[in-house]
Nanobody, 113 residues
């Protein structure tokens, strides 16, 4: 019943931008705290940013000032705007209903010249 679908990944040069989207279905989106996570090759999955139903946000230190998480409850959609991308941002990015086992399938972000 619950489905999360990410999109928007791709290959960009250092300093470039990408906007990731996550569309949710099968949940009361407005009542769910959502998060973006990422996993680089050979590394553990890490939390990138979260956003509550009331639009309170939190970010890992490494992306503060560069990434912005947002949501539109009417569209059951969450975004991650990524600016000033660095090679170390390369990873598969996942959306998640925080505190649950509900994850999207992931979308690849590669930052390389």
């Amino acid at each position: 019943q619950v489905q999360l679908v990410e999109s928007g990944g791709g290959l960009v040069q250092p300093g470039g931008s990408l906007r990731l989207s996550c569309v949710a279905s099968g949940i009361f989106f407005r009542m769910s705290t959502m998060g973006w996570y990422r996993q680089a090759s050979g590394k553990e999955r890490e939390l990138v940013a979260t956003i509550t139903g009331g639009d309170a946000t939190n970010y890992v230190d490494s992306v503060k000032g560069r990434f912005t998480i947002s949501r539109d409850n009417a569209k059951s959609t969450m975004w991650l705007q990524m600016n000033g991308l660095k090679p170390e941002d390369t990873a598969v990015y996942y959306c998640r209903i925080v505190g649950t086992a509900h994850w999207g399938q992931g979308t690849q972000v590669t930052v390389s010249s």
